[in-house]
């Protein structure tokens, strides 16, 4: 599967007014780049929002790691800039370096700590990673570079079984995030993990959230507040897109392309996903 090899036509791409994504972790083998390529190739909006851990300096300490791949999908992104897609970086724990940076612009892309959204329909949304509420990471930051470490060993076991599988000409399928929702205690770290950012949101006074941080895309309902995570490129491969009618999505980009069967130029027609869609408030 090679994502620089694509060739999409104007009438391939589809048009959002948003969309965010997060947690690609360029610098690490468990990226997904070239479905990320993909995806960018045939999604355009007017606002685009990165949100976190768009590079993984954490692992690019430990050992450089940088494909043709991953370039591409920087010069992607700042091409998208070029363009004229206003482009928001909220940075994360693993790509925090650039917080020292708050308020710049490069390449057309402005550096945020937080940011708020206003959705079509008028509702606001808090935008930010997440890790800040992650107790892990705010009280004991060695224990989240020891559960980095267990994390990756993780991801490594998946790359390895998407190749195995690959070969005998089957789809990407995410053995991490599997082996997250059959954990209890990662479970209910999730669940807590969304219930602290509703909160937050409800007390900045907006109508909900947009996060990345734990790999796992979710849209729910937390009282008054909506949640909303983008999820990931290294296990689910989802981006979260507000449609021009005000329509909310979480797309699923590896199940897009298994659509498309062997051939990865193929368009889809209905770019329908398994999440089903938030309404816009009337």
Avoid at 161 to 185: A, E, T
Wanted: proline share 1%; with cysteine.
């Amino acid at each position: 599967m090679n994502g620089s090899s694509l060739n999409n036509t104007k009438s391939d791409v589809k048009n959002y007014k948003t969309i965010f994504i997060s947690d690609i972790h360029l610098g690490s083998k468990a990226c997904q780049a070239e479905l990320l390529l993909d995806f960018l190739k045939h999604n355009d909006s007017e606002k685009l929002y990165l949100v976190g851990d768009i590079v993984d300096g954490w692992r690019l300490k430990r050992k450089w790691y940088w494909p043709q791949s991953h370039n591409d999908v920087v010069q992607k992104i700042l091409r998208k800039a070029r363009k004229g897609t206003e482009i928001i970086y909220v940075p994360g724990n693993h790509d925090e370096g650039l917080r020292r940076y708050i308020g710049t612009h490069f390449g057309g892309i402005e550096v945020r700590p937080t940011d708020i959204y206003e959705a079509v329909n008028g509702d606001k949304y808090l935008v930010l990673h997440g890790d800040s509420f992650d107790n892990v990471m705010l009280y004991a930051r060695w224990l989240a570079y020891v559960g980095d470490h267990a994390y990756d060993l993780v991801l490594r076991l998946n790359t390895v079984f998407n190749g195995l599988r690959r070969l005998m000409g089957l789809r990407y399928w995410s053995l991490s995030s599997y082996l997250k929702i059959k954990v209890k205690n990662a479970v209910q770290f999730i669940s807590e993990f969304e219930r602290v950012l509703a909160n937050e949101a409800q007390k900045a006074g907006v109508q909900g959230v947009i996060c990345g941080h734990i790999h796992h895309a979710e849209m729910k309902q937390y009282g008054d507040v909506i949640y909303m995570n983008d999820g990931d490129w290294v296990e689910s491969c989802t981006a979260l897109v507000e449609h021009f009618d005000g329509t909310w999505e979480i797309v699923f980009w590896a199940d897009i392309v298994a659509k498309r069967g062997t051939n990865f130029d193929k368009d889809v027609a209905d770019g329908t996903t398994e999440k089903p869609f938030v309404e816009a408030a009337e």
